[in-house]
């Protein structure tokens, strides 16, 4: 185990020498960048997946419902004074998009059966999404937002400095607005589960699809 302040890092050896670290980076966007930089310093993994819960922001997505992120963006950043786009970091790309491994992954994903699994954008704030106002300026700048959360593009920015690519799962456990934060502990658990259930099967697959490249190389 690695321990650097809040941020712990745990190794796991699978029965197939995969080396799977579990890492707990905290809440927010610092918090999130600290750790994946200590992450990507230390072990330079081949993937990250980050995974947590997050608010739904389009009418598509339900409580229970697990999204996960083909493209991430700063839901806080306003630089349009310098001519970048709402929610561009000054000299950072606009957005970032998942890998062509990570949509390679995605399609061979089964359905899964009591809830719905979708993918699109995603979008980070320091906020939890439960002042009304607040909520109606984001979906007003990025109304194909299905969710919201408060670490995954600051996460995606570490890594991709770092070239490494990043899957995004979160289990939606509110409805962005008002009655956010009650709604959140009503579900967190449940949002948690889903979100675990798709990570263990993109875990799986990565795992089977690494395997098949071994046995490539050797033929």
Do not use: W
Request: with cysteine; proline share 3%.
């Amino acid at each position: 185990m690695i321990q650097r302040g809040k941020a712990c890092i745990h190794s796991y050896i699978s029965k197939d020498q995969v080396q799977l670290l579990l890492v707990e980076t905290g809440i927010g966007k610092v918090n999130a960048a600290a750790t994946t930089s200590l992450l990507c310093e230390v072990f330079s993994p081949d993937l990250i997946i980050n995974t947590g819960t997050a608010g739904a922001l389009s009418d598509k997505v339900a409580i229970g419902d697990v999204v996960i992120g083909r493209t991430l963006m700063f839901s806080d950043v306003d630089a349009t004074g310098f001519a970048y786009a709402y929610g561009q970091v000054p000299q950072m790309p606009r957005q970032y998009t998942l890998s062509l491994e990570g949509c390679s992954l995605l399609q061979k994903l089964a359905s899964p059966s009591k809830y719905q699994r979708h993918e699109g954008l995603m979008v980070t704030s320091d906020s939890f999404m439960s002042d009304p106002k607040a909520v109606q300026q984001v979906r007003k700048q990025f109304p194909t937002a299905l969710c919201s959360d408060m670490e995954s593009t600051a996460l995606a920015q570490v890594a991709a400095f770092y070239e490494i690519p990043v899957i995004n799962i979160r289990g939606i456990s509110d409805i962005a607005g008002q009655h956010a934060a009650v709604v959140f502990e009503e579900h967190l658990h449940l949002a948690a589960y889903h979100a675990f259930e798709q990570t263990q099967a993109v875990l799986t697959k990565f795992c089977e699809t690494s395997d098949e490249r071994r046995l490539n190389e050797r033929a």
